[in-house]
């Protein structure tokens, strides 16, 4: 690779030797938006064909860069002259931290990398804790690891800049390997990595998220399809950067331009994101100012900025706090707000006035703030807003009554279809839910999962929902009762024959046993022998796999409900050792039969089970080690809506947190309780039978009917003495359980 005029192997931002259209040009930097596009399996496919990036990389046009390499060399000298490198070994913590005041006019050096800099490359997202340390601009106190408390700020601080120093040291002497034993660094290799690739642009590709390297490491050939262990971000930074000099279309390309072409052309495989109803202030009286100045902001200046909280549990302490007449809720308020400082750019976003009201469709184009130019409503996110998708709805949507609603699929698309302008582009392939794309990573990496929670929270729903997504139906996931019930229909065996499909479904049980799963003696009805007459007969499993074994190229998948009321070590046997990706294929004699059979890579389990029966712990250790577990908490967001004056999340959220302080989390009450036909209960009498027919006999069943604990769980709806629940006219139900449930109670983190 030739050198530049300063003898380095590729060119530096401000090089001569840049071509002089490159250096001229000076338009300004667009971040790539990394999860604008759908990815299908198709693109996946593609992206591990190397002469593709080969071809790709042919026919990128690197000149449409350069005013952004020009402007980004100009940010970056910027950076560095703020922060020189000979400043380091005496810099003050109050120029590093963020919520520090430091140097007046000066912003400190985590301020630069995560807000400053985003044409080098962005690190943002999530908390403060990538930075290793920060103070809280609300309480003041210093934030730091665990392992490092026990020396203090003073001396935390003396083991982060000196690692630091350190690392900048070994970048210069050239010996990398130097860095990965620096551990203090370790708590914050997003921001180390790019502090290395700021200083030293030559020696780091501008990309620092560690599953973003991992993908592109894959993509060239490298070890990036496997998981990388131990290895830090800055080493597989390295590894990557060695893998593009290693090719030949790259010859001469800026570590930018090869950060815009991997994430222009092979993006990772984005998650799927919800789409957020977000309500500028109360009636929309912010939407001038959100529609002028490009973005969304949202109240609760209380509890500061939002990158301060590493959990939902630390946010809701502070928000009890801050409001403690709704911490009935406050737990639900801090998951949204989560969600709504990682917004990324590409996420859609729809502002509203009311339940009726759709004022505008945007898309995200930046990071969140703590904007404190701002009186109130102080938490700001960027979005380019598009008015054309004004509309009022016929009939009200009950869940946009607070700031914060995800906007389901049918939603959006009815939002869509009302657009003032005709949209002309193609429909978009359909996209899989994040819980659902949680479940398909999980058996893609384990090969089995087990779906746990309490009753109600739509455990068996999700595994036939990762059913659909596997067999290419997604978009029957949230389609109408009706049409997703047949689509789920079709993916099943037909009663009247015993061919299998690519889908198989089955319920353990106390006696359900070995034969019924893999193999054994069972009556033979057919025979006209007398006496009885026993046949060995396959089991469901052993089926399953001679059906794999004959289509190597489809994903046969075998859901199991209950599975934690079946005896697994007997039902299973030998087969828990072959569950194990790196052990399918194995063949093993089955002692029944004595026949050769293996299980094959292309089988995925997903069981399902009810903690409120028995808890995970109480699984065989064997079988807890061979699967993934996966939580499936209560879901709020499903039940926004009200009846009356009852908020039915309020309400579920109310009720739940004293049945986790009564009984424990396993016993709470899912959303399918409130739910007819995957909406929410929609009148008084629907509210009613919802509560006396299944969410009063499932508590009932908790307490087994003592009525202590049912009046601790139900309060006024339970007679001290006699412990018989009280019941209320439909009519004055909501508003009796509003006052119970949604007011004044003490939440209790869960």
């Known amino acids: 690779m030739p050198s530049c ?134 309480t003041g106190q210093w934030r730091l690891p665990a392992p490092l408390q026990k020396v203090g700020v003073d001396g935390a601080w003396e083991m982060v800049r000196g690692e630091f120093n350190t690392a900048f040291e070994a970048v210069q002497r050239g010996s990398f390997r130097d860095i990965d034993d620096l551990d203090t660094l370790s708590y914050g290799q997003a921001l180390v990595t790019k502090a290395l690739a700021t200083y030293f642009p ?49 010859e001469g390309w800026h570590p930018l331009e090869v950060m815009h072409f991997l994430y222009g052309t092979f993006p990772p495989r984005p998650r799927r994101r919800d789409t957020w109803k977000i309500a500028p ?4 009286r912010l939407w001038e100012e959100c529609r002028q100045g490009g973005h969304i902001r949202v109240a609760w200046d209380e509890i500061g900025d939002l990158g301060e909280y590493e959990s939902d549990a630390e946010l809701k302490r502070e928000l009890d706090a801050a409001f403690p007449n709704s911490v009935g809720g406050n737990l639900r308020l801090a998951r949204q707000l989560l969600a709504y400082r990682d917004l990324e750019p590409g996420d859609t976003v729809v502002a509203n006035r009311g339940k009726s009201e759709v004022l505008a469709l945007g898309e995200v184009t930046g990071g969140y703030t703590y904007d404190e130019s701002y009186d109130e409503f102080r938490h700001k996110v960027p979005v380019a807003w598009d008015e054309s998708y004004a509309q009022v709805f016929l009939a009200p949507e009950n869940a946009w009554q607070p700031t914060f609603a995800t906007v ?26 994040d819980t ?20 109600g929270t739509g455990k068996t729903r999700l595994a036939l929902s990762a059913a659909l997504a596997l067999a290419g139906r997604a978009d029957a996931i949230e389609a109408s009762p009706i049409e997703r019930a047949a689509a789920v229909t079709s993916l099943l065996p037909s009663p009247e024959n015993d061919v299998v499909t690519q889908v198989s479904l089955v319920t353990f049980h106390p006696s359900y046993g070995y034969e019924d799963f893999v193999e054994g003696f069972r009556p033979d009805p057919a025979s006209d022998q007398a006496g009885l007459n026993l046949q060995r007969r396959d089991g469901v499993f052993l089926r399953i796999c001679e059906a794999a074994k004959e289509q190597p190229d489809r994903t046969f998948l075998l859901i199991i409900d209950e599975i934690n009321r079946g005896d697994l070590p007997r039902i299973l046997g030998e087969l828990v050792t072959l569950l194990e990706i790196d052990k399918r294929g194995i063949p093993v004699a089955l002692p029944i039969s004595r026949r050769q059979m293996s299980v094959p890579r292309n089988i995925r389990i997903i069981g399902t089970m009810n903690t409120s029966d028995r808890s995970v712990g109480h699984l065989d250790a064997a079988i807890r080690r061979r699967f993934a577990f996966l939580e499936v908490p209560p879901d709020l967001d499903s039940v926004e809506g009200s009846v009356g004056g009852l908020d039915l999340a309020a309400f579920l959220a109310g009720l739940n947190a004293r049945l986790v302080r009564e009984f424990g989390p396993d016993h709470q009450i899912g959303q399918a309780f409130l739910l007819r036909e995957d909406r929410p209960v929609t009148t008084e009498e629907e509210l009613s039978a919802a509560f006396y027919h299944s969410v009063v006999p499932q508590i009932e069943d ?9 009046q601790a769980v139900l309060g006024e709806f339970v007679d001290p003495d006699s412990g018989r629940i009280a019941r209320v006219a439909p009519q004055d139900l909501p508003n009796k359980l509003a006052a119970e449930f949604t007011e004044t109670d003490d939440a209790v983190e869960w």
């Open 281 to 284: 202030g109360p009636a929309a």
């Open 202 to 250: 030559d020696d780091f590709l501008p990309i620092y998220s560690a599953s973003h390297l991992q993908h592109f490491t894959g993509l060239l050939g490298g070890t990036g399809h496997r998981a990388y262990g131990n290895v830090r971000s800055w080493r597989a930074n390295r590894e990557l950067l060695a893998l593009v000099r290693s090719r030949a279309e790259f």
């Open 436 to 455: 659902v794309q949680d479940v398909l990573d999980a058996l893609e990496h384990r090969g089995q999962v087990i779906l746990f929670g309490p009753p």
């Open 408 to 433: 389901p699929e049918k939603l959006l698309r009815r939002i869509a279809e009302g657009r003032a302008v005709p949209d002309t582009a193609q429909p978009e392939q359909a996209k899989v839910p």
């Open 5 to 138: 005029a300063k003898g380095r192997t590729t060119r530096c931002f401000a090089c001569p030797k840049l071509p002089e259209a490159m250096r001229r040009r000076g338009n300004a930097f667009e971040f790539p938006r990394l999860f604008s596009q759908p990815v299908t399996k198709a693109d996946h496919e593609s992206v591990t064909d190397e002469k593709s990036v080969e071809a790709a990389a042919l026919g990128f046009d690197r000149s449409a860069l350069a005013g952004r390499l020009a402007r980004a060399e100009e940010i970056r000298q910027q950076a560095t002259e703020t922060y020189p490198l000979a400043g380091w070994p005496d810099l003050a913590l109050e120029r590093y931290a963020l919520g520090t005041s430091g140097t007046p006019g000066v912003r400190p050096f985590c301020w630069h990398m995560e807000y400053g800099t985003e044409e080098l490359g962005s690190i943002r997202g999530g908390s403060a804790a990538k930075h290793i340390i920060y103070r809280s601009r609300g």
């Open 702 to 710: 908790h307490g087994m009917g003592r009525p202590e604990p049912l």
